[in-house]
């Protein structure tokens, strides 16, 4: 089965899921800035990651408005978070994302990234820098808001090559 690999990441957690899967399918990989729809006629399979900014996969839009374009094609989507992975974190994410037609057509993972607040575009810090200071007020907080409230000050890395097998086997099983 020929597939692509497309991401767009901010800060590299949504990369190095792509290059891991990427290399255990041998599939060719492509920033999202460099694909188009017509680039993946000759694939079979079309993978897509992108990190998530307030449950908004980044870049998904290119695989929703394409679907009718990627006929037949088994497509997987990932997204990356810092939050562990809980069901209420992909109701949360696949309802924002995708409507119950493109659901049909499109399998999704969540691929536990992580959080480094100095990679992040100077806009998105300043977002992030409002919700510390949010948090900071709180008197009580839930653990993923003090998971987040830590990360901000001490990055966190939870990728993990095994969080891949799922939807390796998913495409292999194709």
Do not use: C
Not at 19 to 26: G, K, N, P, T
Not at 29 to 46: C, H, M, N, Q, R
Not at 113 to 126: R, S
């Amino acid at each position: 089965m020929r597939t692509a690999v497309i991401y767009r990441s901010k800060t590299g957690f949504a990369r190095k899921y792509a290059e891991w899967i990427a290399q255990e399918l041998s599939a060719d990989l492509f920033d999202a800035s460099d694909i188009t729809a017509g680039k993946l006629e000759p694939y079979d399979a079309v993978v897509y990651g992108g990190g998530l900014y307030a449950v908004g996969i980044n870049g998904v839009s290119f695989i929703t408005k394409n679907l009718d374009r990627l006929a037949g094609k088994r497509i997987a989507v990932f997204a990356t978070g810092s939050s562990p992975l809980k069901q209420k974190v992909i109701d949360d994410v696949t309802a924002r994302n995708f409507t119950p037609a493109q659901m049909e057509r499109i399998r999704f993972f969540y691929l536990r990234g992580g959080f480094d607040m100095e990679k992040l575009p100077w806009h998105l810090k300043m977002v992030m820098g409002l919700m510390g200071w949010m948090l900071r007020r709180k008197k009580e907080l839930n653990e993923d808001e003090a998971g987040m409230l830590a990360a901000m000050d001490t990055p966190a890395d939870f990728t993990d090559r095994k969080n891949i097998e799922e939807l390796v086997r998913y495409l292999r099983e194709g």
